[in-house]
């Protein structure tokens, strides 16, 4: 069974600043792994994957993100924050031992950018 | 090109009525998932369908809950005797294909309540 801990159910920054958004996770098969990105009232967009390749993985908007299999995380970063950042953020693993991507997702962490 | 298209966008429905929900995948997909989210929570899986077939159902309350996919037309997810814990976001995604690494593109979700 795979399953994803997402540390932080809010992270506030400032704009200009640093962001970081845990994610870790557990899966008994090697994992895919997803960051996807929420905005109010709206569906998920994609934001980045790792599907064993890299593992270092650059996404859209600046974000990029790490798999560290010996700390079993997927953080995503960004280096300078910008007020659109400001969303909720999810991330989700896909385990290997179903035939098909039946992602589980975590609970989310909101992110909150002030000026 | 249209992405994945829900409808309605909100729903409101009283207990023991019957909930319709419409998922047109976009253009060339023909593999639909139906995710769940209840308030402050991540995304949970409840269906997986291919046209005309229903290939896991693992996440869907046995009772009261069905889903289709037809050979024409959106599918339908349909919640029979609403009850109060239905309120909830429903997402339908798809995808072109079934692999661990085929995206999956969300609409923008129904947000039904329950009064």
């Known amino acids: 069974a795979q399953s994803v801990t997402q540390l932080g159910s809010h992270v506030s920054v400032s704009e200009g600043a640093l962001v970081l958004l845990r994610c870790n996770y557990s899966?008994?098969?090697?994992?895919?792994l997803f960051w996807y990105v929420q905005y109010p009232n709206q569906g998920l967009q994609l934001l980045l994957k790792?599907?064993?390749?890299?593992?270092l993985v650059k996404g859209i908007n600046g974000f990029e993100a790490e798999f560290k299999k010996s700390e079993t995380s997927f953080h995503l970063t960004k280096p300078s924050a910008h007020m659109s950042d400001a969303a909720e953020y999810f991330c989700?693993?896909?385990?290997?031992?179903?035939?098909?991507?039946?992602?589980?997702f975590g609970t989310g962490t909101r992110l909150l950018v002030s000026p | 090109n249209a992405g994945v298209m829900q409808n309605p966008r909100h729903l409101v429905r009283r207990r023991g009525q019957e909930a319709r929900l419409r998922c047109s995948p976009m253009k060339g997909h023909s593999h639909v998932y139906w995710y769940r989210q209840l308030p402050e929570e991540g995304l949970k899986f409840m269906v997986y369908l291919q046209k005309e077939n229903i290939i896991d159902e693992s996440g869907m309350p046995k009772e009261r809950f069905s889903a289709e996919f037809p050979k024409e037309g959106p599918s339908i997810l349909r919640i029979q005797q609403v009850v109060r814990g239905d309120s909830a976001a429903y997402f339908c995604a798809s995808s072109t294909g079934q692999g661990r690494d085929q995206p999956q593109h969300f609409g923008d979700g129904t947000r039904l309540s329950i009064l």
């Open positions: 790792y599907t064993s390749a890299a593992t």
């Open positions: 989700a693993v896909s385990g290997m031992n179903t035939g098909f991507q039946k992602l589980v």
């Open positions: 899966s008994s098969v090697p994992p895919y």
